[in-house]
């Protein structure tokens, strides 16, 4: 199908999706149902509609740009805050609790595997990216899909399922803390819950300036360029493959680079202002952009799969965790925000705990869920080519 802007202007296609990213945005800050679904679902869902209603083309070298620069810049300056160190040090014993939902996660994503390796093409593909996604937020699918080379379409179904089960999921991890039978066996820390207004953690960096965003971007095409030329090296030896899946992929160097970056110089690499904000931006770009290739009847068709898939794996990190959490005596506000952590990522997990009045656990649900980042994306890799051995799919 012709679209109404031919695929070799450039500047016209960058316009609308340039445009379509600050009405998610804005929708996101103004509307409540644009609030309950969220930017990142709003640009995903507008890049299918954006050309099925055609308006932009589905395919057009003016997208290169968002696979070669934009989306390997964004990641660095989301996880410029990622001090091992000071996860290790501030987040107590949150982090066990955490650990023990990413373990639910693979869980989860195994079994969902078995139960489904006859019915959903790509299996191994979209086990690596619930297994990131729902053990660190929706960054880690982006490196997944990069490493593993799921097709658009696919990648749109597994996207959308994981928000539409993310959304119910985080209802009931809000919800468990305040049901009788679960305060009855297990400790509390809170006797009443408080409801109040919290700003997202984006919401709340302070000082954003042009310097500190020159340097920011700066220091994310220094780490791309490095991560490139290694992972480059490493393709072009005889080294193993699990070892080139793991050292040859740009987005996997590129995140172990920035995290030693960030915990051996916190004070330089940490604390630059907005460069996660802006981070996050550049992402939304990515979901409009990929979206746009996407066959939307392709993903309607396959959807409910994917959604009983997401499912399984939810259940799978809601039992370990209420196990685990059980048997170490953690209290249930600290079992929730810990999955919430592993699967909405430090901005949902904080934004929930001081929304609830769980203050003291706002800090821990951002280092955990910051942890999350990077583990996710070695958990998706391990449990891609675990399924990949297993069914062959």
């Known amino acids: 199908m012709n679209s109404l802007i031919s695929a070799d202007n450039t500047l016209a296609i960058w316009t609308v999706i340039i445009a379509y990213v600050f009405f998610a945005m804005?929708?996101?800050?103004?509307?409540?149902?644009?609030?309950?679904?969220?930017?990142?679902?709003i640009c995903l869902v507008g890049g299918m509609l954006l050309s099925s209603i055609g308006l932009v083309p589905s395919v057009s070298p003016a997208y290169d740009p968002v696979?070669?620069?934009?989306?390997?810049?964004?990641?660095?300056?989301?996880?410029?805050?990622?001090?091992?160190?000071?996860?290790?040090?501030?987040?107590?014993?949150?982090?066990?609790?955490?650990?023990?939902?990413?373990?639910?996660?693979?869980?989860g994503a195994i079994i969902a595997s078995t139960v489904f390796h006859n019915s959903i093409p790509e299996l191994h593909k979209v086990a690596a990216i619930f297994t990131g996604s729902q053990t660190g937020g929706s960054m880690n699918v982006v490196v997944m899909a990069e490493v593993f080379g799921i097709s658009s379409s696919m990648f749109n179904?597994?996207?959308?399922?994981?928000?539409?089960?993310?959304?119910?999921?985080?209802?009931?991890?809000?919800?468990?803390?305040?049901?009788?039978?679960?305060?009855?066996?297990?400790?509390?820390?809170?006797?009443?819950?408080?409801?109040?207004?919290?700003?997202?953690?984006?919401?709340?960096?302070?000082?954003?300036?042009?310097?500190?965003?020159?340097?920011?971007?700066?220091?994310s095409f220094i780490i791309v360029s490095?991560?490139?030329?290694?992972?480059?090296?490493?393709?072009?030896?005889?080294?193993?493959e699990l070892i080139k899946q793991l050292f040859g992929q740009k987005y996997l160097v590129l995140t172990l680079i920035t995290v030693i970056l960030a915990t051996v110089f916190p004070k330089y690499v940490g604390n630059i202002k907005g460069a996660q904000e802006f981070g996050i931006f550049l992402m939304f770009i990515f979901f409009v952009a990929i979206s746009i290739e996407a066959d939307l009847k392709e993903v309607i068709k396959i959807g409910p799969s994917l959604i009983m898939y997401s499912f399984i794996v939810f259940l799978g990190i809601l039992l370990v965790s209420l196990v685990f959490g059980k048997i170490f005596k953690f209290s249930l506000e600290e079992i929730s925000v810990s999955a919430n952590a592993a699967l909405g990522g430090p901005t949902t997990a904080a934004a929930v705990a001081g929304a609830k009045g769980w203050i003291d656990l706002v800090t821990p649900a951002v280092l955990v869920g910051t942890l999350g980042y990077i583990l996710g994306n070695y958990s998706g890799v391990f449990i891609g080519n675990l399924v990949f051995k297993m069914f062959g799919v």
């Open 67 to 107: 696979w070669t620069y934009v989306t390997p810049i964004a990641i660095p300056m989301i996880l410029f805050d990622a001090d091992l160190r000071r996860i290790g040090r501030e987040s107590g014993k949150m982090l066990f609790m955490f650990l023990f939902a990413c373990v639910g996660t693979m869980s």
């Open 157 to 219: 179904a597994v996207y959308i399922a994981d928000i539409l089960t993310f959304t119910f999921t985080l209802f009931t991890l809000t919800m468990i803390p305040s049901i009788p039978f679960f305060r009855r066996h297990y400790p509390v820390r809170y006797e009443t819950t408080v409801v109040r207004e919290y700003k997202e953690e984006n919401e709340l960096s302070a000082g954003m300036n042009v310097f500190g965003l020159a340097k920011g971007i700066a220091l």
């Open 226 to 240: 490095v991560s490139v030329a290694f992972a480059n090296f490493v393709n072009s030896t005889d080294a193993p």
């Open 26 to 41: 804005y929708a996101e800050r103004h509307f409540k149902w644009a609030k309950a679904v969220g930017a990142a679902l």
